[in-house]
């Protein structure tokens, strides 16, 4: 669709549908000066305070070329620790503000910085987006753990009791000071990032950073300033946020401010002015809504999907590029081509697993067994789009979610899992025909967009999951698969056949069109490659296969709810298989064994609510991988092993020799574990002790390997090496860059 056409029809589209919202839900309150005037009352604070969210995103990401999703939970952290101090501490509320906005929060963002942020700057994009994810969930953890999620956290708005009277609408002290905190911060950073040396500063890093700094600009100073101001907007959102939602909760001041990506949007993620116009559009359309429409039925989740719906209008509209014609260069390694062999051993080794861990292991660990086989099935389904083709899409459980309804809804037989596939394939050609035009990271944010909508609206329709039914027991040709050994050994057999025929699609010449499509679209389009059929195509396999997943899992718990695929979930899962390998059809059920893994030790070592905390760690910690290793763990160990085969083979001996030595001295699970990773960490460093790596000097073969910089990355080993060939000193390169 022309980009004029498309602009014209959207809002035609959008308007049409909320004119018969409108007339089907009307409250009955009729239009007057008055009623505008209250409309306008209510909608400046929602706008002020989705500007200042908007506002600390698009400082980040103009800055930084980071989108910060942890811009909420910085938030939710802040207005925590300001409760802390001037509700259970008792200090006076200026000085609990000054501390929260002008201490933590700058010492906050400058060691967030340091420590992730500037790693995963020139990382892909799924990588900088799943990174910051990672420390939503770390904060949400620690917010957890010190703050128990069961208490009641209220606090008063700020400037007392009494507002102003705006025709019968009292509009509190809190609530203008919100409005006018939102100019204050509009003013301010116009003039600084258009009249000062900061803001051309920060334009010029994001340019080009190599050449801002032979100018004088201190890139990481700049990143500095960039992250203090947008954790100083996130804190004072969260502060002035919380009152409004009475009781805080970590979860609403979270995810709070995806309602204000729409804003950030509208912006184009560069633009404050626009942000700001964005801001008030969407805090009237939320106004609107409370005010003059009677949401009941089956409209009653739309109030708080509203402003999804409005980012997802928002992307459809936006200008886009439309081919991407550089990328960054490679700097880690990349998954080989896996070979038939190889993935239908893996495969007999994964069967044969599930059968010994079936008959072993206690029927609590065989549950969680099968969730994460499970888990596992429906990320499988997200290796040939995030992977393969690179786009960035955050909502398996959406896809999922249509599997399990429809496997559901049939019965729950094998043939209704078939269904299932066919009906998730179709949902997942619907979403890919908005989705078609847009690039990276509208593409991710309408994913979030259309995980909300499907997880808060659509899977709470009457006919959807509404109706409670328990599915009867699974039978394969007169066979129960009901025991918790069986259905194990069962999703096994089902993700061993997925995994062998998505090699087989990697291996085709399919396979081959998604890569170069991935590696360059431009390149692609020259030889006639037709990207938007390609990505149908991929949307619709991931689909598929997703929605196999959700039916196994609505099999094997027998009953199918809107709780199983939060929103958030499909984050943490997402975040997972990026740590072990996203492009491989091993990372999928590594990933889901790793939350497994994480889950039984959290459970089983943790009381209360901290048990919730520590799930929440393991995907947060594992995000300091991926600043290396932006493709996973799998790829990096695979080469590693490829280059040092002896190695590997004594650290997998180490793991098995400790791993029977604990079954045969009865150790306890959790100890077992501890004590089978140090047994493969020790047979490392034994053998590394008698023959030693010779990583550590890299030889001439080494650096003269034609594959150097097309499939193996280049070390400053490598470099060295060449330095000494060539008798260039040590060190010249960098004195001449100095001088």
């Not at 259970?88 to 700058?106: D, E, M, S, Y």
């Not at 509190?172 to 409005?179: D, Q, Y």
């Amino acid at each position: 669709m022309p980009l004029v056409t498309r602009r014209v029809a959207v809002p035609v589209l959008s308007v049409a549908l909320l004119v018969y919202l409108a007339s089907n839900a009307w409250a009955g309150e009729p239009v007057t000066v008055d009623s505008l005037v209250q409309l306008v009352a209510f909608a400046l604070p929602i706008a002020g305070l989705y500007a200042i969210s908007a506002t600390g995103l698009v400082v980040v990401y103009s800055a930084t070329g980071i989108f910060n999703v942890a811009q909420g939970a910085i938030g939710m952290v802040c207005a925590f620790v300001y409760w802390e101090l001037s509700v259970n501490r008792g200090l006076p509320v200026p000085l609990a503000l000054i501390l929260v906005v002008g201490v933590f929060a700058p010492l906050f963002a400058v060691v967030l910085n340091r420590v992730l942020m500037q790693r995963l700057r020139n990382a892909p994009l799924i990588t900088q987006l799943l990174g910051t994810v990672g420390v939503m969930a770390l904060l949400l953890g620690v917010a957890a753990l010190i703050w128990d999620p069961t208490a009641s956290y209220p606090i008063d708005g700020l400037g007392g009791s009494g507002g102003i009277h705006i025709s019968g609408v009292l509009l509190s002290w809190h609530r203008v000071i919100t409005i006018v905190t939102a100019v204050v911060i509009a003013v301010a950073l116009r003039f600084v990032l258009t009249s000062t040396r900061l803001g051309v500063s920060m334009r010029a890093v994001v340019d080009n950073e190599d050449l801002a700094s032979l100018h004088g600009i201190r890139p990481q100073r700049v990143s500095d300033t960039a992250w203090i101001i947008g954790s100083v907007c996130a804190a004072l959102a969260g502060i002035l946020i919380a009152p409004e939602v009475g009781n805080m909760s970590a979860e609403t001041l979270t995810f709070f401010v995806i309602n204000a990506f729409a804003a950030a949007v509208f912006g184009r993620l560069k633009s404050l002015p626009m942000t700001y116009v964005g801001a008030v559009v969407l805090g009237l359309i939320v106004s609107f809504t409370s005010t003059f429409l009677d949401l009941e039925g089956r409209w009653t989740p739309l109030a708080g999907v509203l402003p999804a719906l409005a980012l997802f209008v928002v992307l459809l509209v936006a200008p886009q590029q439309s081919i991407r014609l550089g990328r960054p260069v490679r700097r880690y390694h990349i998954e080989t081509v896996p070979t038939m062999r190889s993935v239908l051993t893996g495969s007999a080794v994964l069967v044969i697993l599930s059968v010994v861990a079936g008959l072993t292991f206690s029927p609590v660990n065989v549950t969680r067994m099968i969730s994460a086989v499970t888990v596992g099935l429906i990320l499988l389904g997200m290796v040939p789009l995030l992977g393969w083709a690179g786009m960035p899409f955050f909502a398996p459980y959406a896809l999922a979610g249509v599997g399990a309804w429809v496997t559901w809804s049939l019965g729950g037989s094998i043939l209704a899992l078939l269904a299932a596939a066919a009906a998730s394939a179709v949902a997942g050609v619907v979403v890919a025909l908005p989705a078609l035009r847009l690039r990276e990271l509208y593409l991710a944010l309408s994913s979030i967009a259309f995980a909300l909508i499907a997880v808060s609206f659509l899977f709470v329709q009457p006919e959807v999951f509404e109706i409670p039914r328990q599915l009867d027991r699974l039978t394969i040709a007169g066979f129960d698969l009901s025991s918790g050994t069986r259905f194990l050994v069962y999703a096994c057999v089902l993700y061993a056949i997925l995994a062998v025929l998505l090699v087989a699609v990697r291996r085709s010449q399919y396979g081959r069109r998604i890569i170069a499509l991935r590696d360059s679209e431009a390149a692609a389009a020259c030889i006639g490659i037709s990207a938007a059929s390609t990505k149908a195509l991929v949307f619709a396999l991931a689909g598929a296969v997703a929605g196999i997943g959700g039916g196994v899992l609505a099999q094997g718990q027998r009953f199918a709810s809107s709780e199983q695929f939060p929103m958030v979930a499909g984050l943490a899962i997402i975040l997972s298989l990026t740590v072990m390998g996203i492009g491989t059809v091993s990372g999928p059920v590594a990933a889901g064994l790793l939350g497994a893994l994480l889950t039984a030790l959290a459970h089983d070592w943790a009381p209360g609510h901290i048990t919730d905390a520590l799930e929440l760690f393991g995907p947060a910690l594992a995000v300091l991988a991926l600043s290396s290793q932006p493709r996973g763990q799998i790829p990096e160990v695979a080469a590693r092993a490829r280059e040092h085969p002896w190695r590997a083979v004594a650290t997998v001996v180490g793991l098995a020799v400790t791993i029977v030595g604990c079954r045969l001295m009865s150790v306890p699970g959790e100890i077992g574990f501890v004590l089978a990773v140090t047994g493969a960490l020790v047979a490392r460093m034994l053998y590394d002790l008698v023959r030693p790596s010779p990583a550590a000097s890299a030889t001439a073969g080494d650096a003269t390997d034609i594959r150097l910089g097309v499939s193996r990355p280049i070390t400053s080993a490598h470099v060295r090496e060449w330095d000494r060939a060539l008798g260039v000193p040590a060190g010249v390169g960098r004195e001449v860059v100095a001088s």
